[in-house]
């Protein structure tokens, strides 16, 4: 009697990832500026820009207090 041969299946498995992987590649391709929309990022990095100029201007010493008065 003679085994029947196992098919392998390996080329199939990585066929299937590579489709899995450029479907995903696909998928955020399409989410990638959903978040731009919205504002959030504007008004966030206008708030951080508005705490560095605070924080820049905070840190200057006026020549008053270089001098010590």
Not at 16 to 44: D, N, R, T, Y
Request: net charge positive; aromatic share 6%; proline share 1%.
């Amino acid at each position: 009697m003679s085994e029947a041969p196992v098919k392998d299946n390996m080329w199939l498995y990585v066929g299937l990832c590579i489709a899995g992987m450029v479907a995903v590649v696909i998928f955020l391709k399409s989410q990638k500026s959903a978040h731009l929309e919205s504002g959030a990022v504007a008004q966030l990095q206008s708030e951080t820009f508005a705490n560095l100029e605070k924080r820049k201007t905070s840190n200057n010493a006026s020549e008053m207090q270089k001098s010590g008065k």
